[in-house]
C-alpha cells in the first residue's frame, strides 16, 4: 500500500505491504485450525491411533508459526520523505537513509525474462537503497509514478 502526502515543499511516500488480516484474526484463525486438527488427533487416539497426536501437535506447531512469520513481515514499512535538498528514508527495522537530492537517481530494474517483480533502487555514486521489496507490482508503479512527479531521474534497464 502507498499512501502519498504533500506538504509545503515536501512529498512523503508511506510504503507498507498488503494485509489481508489483523493480527486479531490471525490468532482467531490460529485457535480454528488448532481446535480443528486437535480434536480430530484426539478422535484418532480414542480409536487406537494415539501415534498421530505428537504429528498433529507438531502440524500445529508449524501452522502457528508460519503464520505468525507471515503476519509478521506484514508489519513492515518504509517512509520516503522529499525535500528540496534531501531523500531521507526510515524503515520500521530502525535504519535511517539520507540521499543528496539531486545526485540521486531512481534504478527502475524491470525483469525481461522471468516475469519477476520490478525493483525500485535509490542510488548515489556512494549509497544505495531498494525501496518496497515488499510491494506488489501496481504499488511499485504507483512509487515511480511519484518520484518521477518529484523530479526525481528515473533509469531504466529496458530503452524499447
Same mark, same amino acid.
Given at each position: 500500500? #502507498?499512501? #502519498?502526502s504533500t506538504?509545503?515543499? +515536501?512529498? +512523503? ?11 486479531? %484474526?490471525?490468532? &482467531? ?6 481446535? &480443528? ?8 487416539? &480414542?480409536?487406537?491411533?494415539?501415534? !498421530? ?10 501452522? @502457528?508459526? !508460519?503464520?505468525?512469520? #507471515?503476519?509478521?513481515a506484514t ?10 535538498? $534531501?531523500?531521507? #528514508? %526510515? ?11 539531486? /545526485? $540521486? ?5 524491470? /525483469? $525481461? ?9 535509490? %542510488? $548515489?555514486?556512494?549509497?544505495? &537503497?531498494? =525501496? ?5 507490482? /501496481? /504499488? ?6 511519484? =518520484?518521477? @512527479? ?5 533509469? @531504466?534497464?529496458?530503452?524499447?
Amino acid at each position: 500500500m #502507498v499512501e #502519498v502526502s504533500t506538504f509545503e515543499q +515536501q512529498v +512523503q511516500l508511506h510504503l507498507s505491504p498488503n494485509r489481508s488480516a489483523t493480527w486479531q %484474526q490471525t490468532k &482467531f484463525l490460529m485457535a480454528s485450525f488448532g481446535l &480443528f486438527i486437535s480434536s480430530i488427533a484426539i478422535a484418532w487416539a &480414542f480409536a487406537g491411533a494415539w501415534v !498421530i497426536l505428537p504429528f498433529a501437535g507438531i502440524e500445529v506447531g508449524l501452522l @502457528t508459526l !508460519i503464520m505468525y512469520l #507471515v503476519s509478521k513481515a506484514t508489519y513492515q514499512w518504509q517512509t520516503v520523505l522529499i525535500s528540496p535538498q $534531501t531523500i531521507f #528514508v %526510515q524503515c520500521s527495522n530502525g535504519a535511517h537513509l539520507r540521499f543528496p537530492r539531486h /545526485d $540521486t537517481s531512481l534504478y527502475f530494474f524491470e /525483469d $525481461t525474462e522471468k516475469k519477476r517483480l520490478p525493483r525500485l533502487v535509490l %542510488q $548515489t555514486h556512494l549509497q544505495q &537503497f531498494e =525501496l518496497g521489496a515488499f510491494l506488489n507490482a /501496481d /504499488d511499485k508503479q504507483r512509487v515511480h509514478d511519484s =518520484l518521477k @512527479t518529484t523530479g526525481i531521474m528515473i533509469c @531504466t534497464n529496458k530503452w524499447w
